[in-house]
């Protein structure tokens, strides 16, 4: 079991950048793939990106492709959502999810455990 909180969610300009951080609890962190979902008001979930247990493997979305970079520090059981070059429509709010499992999938329903939700809103 883990316990995922986001942090650092909030109001940017167009072209402007935040980190969000997710803090898990437990002794087991550096065992889960984590990865990062967004939901937009009247929208599905939708997958941004996740990171293998090492982090040497990185998946991310077409729409955040070269603009966004997920990072962990297995140390410090955090993984981070670093978002440059920020748009409109990334406005949503940003979820942290965790699996106990080597693979890097897609579905938030392949994803067991959620953090609450950080927002994210980007002005134009």
């Known amino acids: 079991q883990v316990q995922l909180v986001e942090s650092g969610g909030g109001l940017v300009q167009a072209g402007g950048s935040l980190r969000l951080s997710c803090a898990a609890s437990?002794?087991?962190?550096?065992?889960?793939?984590m990865a990062w979902f967004r939901q937009a008001p009247g929208k599905e979930r939708e997958f941004v990106t996740s990171i293998s247990v090492s982090g040497g493997t990185r998946d991310y979305a077409d729409s955040v492709k070269g603009r966004f970079t997920i990072s962990r520090d297995n140390a410090k059981n955090t993984v981070y959502l670093q978002m440059n070059s920020l748009k409109p429509e990334d406005t949503a709010v940003y979820y942290c999810?965790?699996?106990?499992?080597?693979?890097?999938?897609?579905?938030?329903?392949?994803?067991?455990?959620w953090g609450q939700g950080t927002q994210v809103t980007v002005s134009s």
């Open positions: 437990g002794r087991t962190f550096s065992s889960y793939v």
């Open positions: 999810a965790a699996r106990m499992s080597g693979v890097l999938p897609r579905t938030s329903a392949a994803y067991a455990f």
